[in-house]
């Protein structure tokens, strides 16, 4: 699949199937994660893989638009470490959400639906999905994404505006 065809059928997902996801899947979805541009290369990121149906469950009641997580086989928590290093300070938060990104183009190709659930800033998220999945002091979760094959169809599509893009200065068209 071209990687532009991938961008177009990446498509919020949140009804799946019972199958589980293969662990050859999820490595290669965290080995996606992890070929991610990085600030500093510093890479101030974890992923935990959540497929215990209990957990899953805790983590669908995190905010209010988790609840796809009741019906999904898998959720893998992209978590940063939130503090700065050595002389330069972390961009993990951006480093997260290229990380996130390249996970839910990967898991296009393999044919599996996925949603992006953003949990940080808000501090309640954070203080909620911590709890469930015992993370340390220093881990701070970024986003959860819930993960399973596709059972609702989506159209591919862009959503390209052209009143969005400027030419050399604001306001010139392109
Ligand atoms: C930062 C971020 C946070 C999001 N959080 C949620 C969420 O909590 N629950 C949800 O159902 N979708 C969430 N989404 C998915 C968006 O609703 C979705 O991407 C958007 O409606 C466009 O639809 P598409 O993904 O099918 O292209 C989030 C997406 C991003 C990028």
């Keep these: 699949m071209k990687v532009y065809d991938a961008m177009l059928k990446r498509r919020s997902v949140r009804k799946y199937t019972d199958k589980p996801i293969d662990k050859e899947h999820v490595e290669l979805l965290l080995k996606a994660a992890m070929a991610a541009p990085s600030g500093h290369n510093l890479r ?4 935990l893989v959540v497929d215990d149906r209990e957990t899953l469950d805790e983590l669908s009641e ?19 470490e939130s503090y700065s290093e ?3 300070q972390t961009l993990w938060d951006q480093d ?17 639906g996925t949603v992006w659930l953003g949990i940080y800033p808000s501090e309640a ?13 220093h881990i701070t979760p970024y986003a959860l ?13 862009t959503q390209y505006d052209e009143s969005k893009i400027h030419h050399n200065k604001w306001g010139n068209k392109y």
């Design 62 to 80: 995190v905010h209010k638009y988790a609840k796809m997580l009741k019906g999904a086989p898998l959720c893998i928590a992209v978590c940063g």
């Design 145 to 157: 994404i819930s993960l399973g094959y596709p059972a609702e169809e989506k159209e591919p599509r």
């Design 125 to 137: 998220n954070r203080t909620r999905t911590k709890k469930v999945l015992d993370l340390p002091d």
């Design 96 to 112: 997260c959400a290229a990380a996130t990104e390249n996970i839910l183009l990967q898991a296009t190709e393999l044919g599996i």
């Design 44 to 47: 101030p990121w974890s992923f």
């Design 86 to 88: 050595g002389r330069y």
